[in-house]
């Protein structure tokens, strides 16, 4: 603004066709560095997925599609035999558990606080929250193999073994032996490390139902669990589902923590409490002291995920689409 | 990819050089002797003044540092082989020694109680051998009792020199290894779990129960983990000691290794600690800065001299004379000043 108005000053007697050309150098200049700013995130990415295909070349030279569906994970093998589908399973598979745990729980939290809770309760409630999101994945890691995983293995894993022992295919997906190190324990990890995404973004939109919907249906006579599913969830929808990708997308690339407590190995196993890895944690374990061709195929590996992010992502957005056709809007 | 990493390095190592004085020498590489190499640089310092600028970035950061000359040395737990050295006009010795120790956790036995052989180790990593009453594990160790407890499996899961030294062994000691599994920094394991770094296994191995694993000789000391005995070539069973380690390296036949290409494992003789490994040093014959290389030498000559006792303080074990004698003539031999 102070430019402006030098602008105007040095004019002397009003001059109105001078005053508007500094407004509109300003506006070109804004609209210039705002489009510049976005322009940039593109080009950051293209040179992200450039710089992986060139590092992946070779692998996908060497194994092609088939890199996709080939379990075996031999780096040491002559020539090297590399296969993607442990890891791709135990991405899936942990941010699947971890979403269908952090999900209900999360939004449970966010309904609580924003519903029912009483009022001197919101803020250590939501504050503890938001400093879930802070902590260091490194410490969840740690947590998570002396406190959580120890617990776990003594005592969760056994009562489950025992409980679907002899059941089918549950009995197979709950099969021991009990370990610290485990998909399940990963995925565990992983729900709480989400969960405060989930919760503060779904917190933040229901705070955005005009109250005089909500007290509409109450005035009509509806209890807290109806005002909830069918008033306040359909009206804020997108930005939920916003909050959950946020969420899926922490699960699907979370590194340290999960290489901590995932048990590393890339055999696929049917039961949810034996070793497994997943994406990023294979590139973290093996990047460091890799070359040649098992370097080209963590570059494919980070490639895949990359991926598999880009699918999710779209996938969810689809949905949306469709929800919304469905609501009419 | 490679390329982005040497620039990440280089930038590093740059950066650094610029920071310190002009006397001090650079190298990059493995690591393992980290702790051991800027103990003597402290120590070199403090008598002569010079500094030594080490970078830990691991085995194959500093072959690739070292051939690109963007440091006076080079350091690798894996040795180079002799065409290699000589493609790049290398010279490569043998620095300093460590040793790889199975270790378990089995309530009730103590430390060196129990005895591994190759065999039996290969094919409990193999999956092979489930339960610790298995009846190889029960006639090496006729007077321990053993629970019918299946073994959990502890290995590395980050790429590693130690890995590379344990699978090398293994490989050399079960036929039935090296056919379905071979050697390397990083392999396809059968079973168990893997956990980061000497210390992620020394963690695992004290939480877990009826657990083994394998881990350099100074975290087995320093966590105070049940390490165990192993039978070495000549058929002995040894204990995982300073002297035992250092007659793997004085047994191995340097003399006729081109490059020093030797890997420590399954030595002969009585009293050779079948696990020992060295890790090794990389110069150029003839570096583009002979000043640096030779004040290098310098430190190096040095370090033998006069830094056997930090290292065993560390738990590393220094070279025997008889190799530093050889290493010395390499020098005088090899490196043009």
Not at chain 2, 309 to 331: C, F, G, H, N, R
Request: proline letters at 5%.
């Amino acid at each position: 603004m102070a430019v402006q108005s030098d602008v105007i000053d040095d004019a002397g007697p009003y001059d109105r066709a001078k005053a508007l050309s500094a407004f509109k150098l300003g506006d070109v200049t804004f609209y210039w560095i705002t489009r510049l700013s976005a322009i940039s995130v593109l080009l950051i990415l293209g040179g992200i997925i450039i710089s992986l295909v060139v590092g992946a070349f070779p692998a996908m030279k060497e194994y092609g599609l088939s890199f996709l569906w080939t379990q075996r994970w031999a780096p040491s093998a002559d020539p090297p035999v590399l296969g993607a589908l442990g890891p791709i399973y135990g991405t899936l598979v942990t941010s699947f558990i971890a979403m269908a745990i952090a999900i209900p729980v999360g939004l449970g939290i966010a309904i609580f606080l924003t519903e029912l809770c009483p009022q001197w309760a919101r803020r250590p409630i939501g504050m503890a929250i938001e400093l879930l999101a802070g902590i260091p994945s490194i410490i969840y890691g740690m947590w998570g193999f002396f406190v959580l995983g120890p617990f776990l293995a003594n005592t969760f894993q056994p009562f489950m073994i025992k409980i679907f022992d002899g059941v089918p295919v549950l009995g197979a997906i709950f099969a021991g032996p009990p370990s610290y190190l485990s998909l399940f324990n990963a995925a565990l990890i992983l729900a709480i490390m989400v969960l405060p995404f989930i919760t503060s973004i779904s917190v933040d939109v229901f705070k955005t139902v005009p109250p005089v919907l909500k007290e509409a249906a109450y005035g009509v006579g509806c209890t807290t669990w109806e005002v909830v599913r069918s008033v306040v969830i359909p009206y804020t929808r997108v930005g939920v589902i916003g909050g959950v990708m946020l969420a899926l997308g922490r699960a699907l690339g979370e590194t340290m923590a999960v290489t901590f407590i995932i048990g590393n190995s890339f055999r696929i196993s049917s039961s949810i409490f034996a070793p497994g890895t997943t994406i990023s944690a294979a590139i973290a374990s093996e990047f460091a002291e890799s070359d040649g061709l098992h370097q080209s195929g963590l570059i494919l590996l980070g490639l895949l995920l990359f991926v598999l992010t880009f699918f999710v992502l779209a996938a969810a957005r689809l949905m949306l689409l469709r929800l919304e056709k469905k609501a009419g809007k | 990819m490679n390329f982005l990493k040497t620039i990440v390095a280089a930038g590093l190592v740059a950066a650094s050089t610029t920071a310190a004085f002009a006397a001090d020498i650079t190298g990059a590489g493995a690591t393992f002797p980290f702790p051991i190499y800027s103990k003597w640089a402290d120590a070199y310092k403090k008598e002569t003044g010079n500094g030594l600028n080490y970078q830990s970035i691991g085995s194959g950061g500093g072959i690739k540092q070292i051939q690109a000359k963007t440091v006076t040395f080079g350091a690798s737990d894996a040795p180079l082989k002799a065409e290699q050295l000589e493609k790049d006009g290398l010279v490569q010795w043998p620095m300093v020694m460590g040793a790889i120790v199975p270790v378990v956790n089995l309530e009730g036995v103590k430390p060196g109680e129990l005895v591994f052989d190759g065999e039996t180790l290969a094919n409990i990593y193999l999956g092979k051998i489930t339960k610790w009453d298995d009846a190889a594990i029960k006639k090496l160790n006729p007077n321990v009792k053993l629970p019918s407890d299946a073994i959990t499996v502890v290995r590395r899961s980050d790429g590693s020199g130690t890995t590379f030294n344990f699978t090398n062994y293994l490989s050399k000691a079960s036929a039935d290894w090296k056919s379905k599994i071979g050697e390397g920094t990083a392999v396809e394991w059968p079973v168990g779990v893997g956990a980061k770094g000497n210390e992620g296994v020394s963690g695992n191995i004290s939480q877990t129960k009826n657990s083994i694993g394998y881990v350099e000789y100074a975290y087995a000391k320093q966590n105070k983990l049940t390490y165990t005995g192993l039978v070495n070539k000549a058929g002995k069973p040894v204990q995982p000691t300073v002297e035992a380690f250092q007659a793997a390296a004085a047994n191995a036949d340097w003399s006729k290794a081109p490059g020093y290409y030797v890997i420590l494992t399954d030595q002969p003789g009585d009293k050779s600690w079948p696990i020992t490994a060295a890790t090794f040093i990389l110069m150029h014959k003839s570096a583009t800065d002979k000043a640096a290389s030779q004040e290098a030498i310098k430190f190096f000559r040095w370090a033998f001299k006069n830094g056997g006792k930090m290292a065993e303080e560390l738990d590393y074990i220094p070279m025997p004379d008889s190799v530093v004698q050889q290493v010395e003539k390499t020098w005088a031999a090899e490196i043009k000043s």
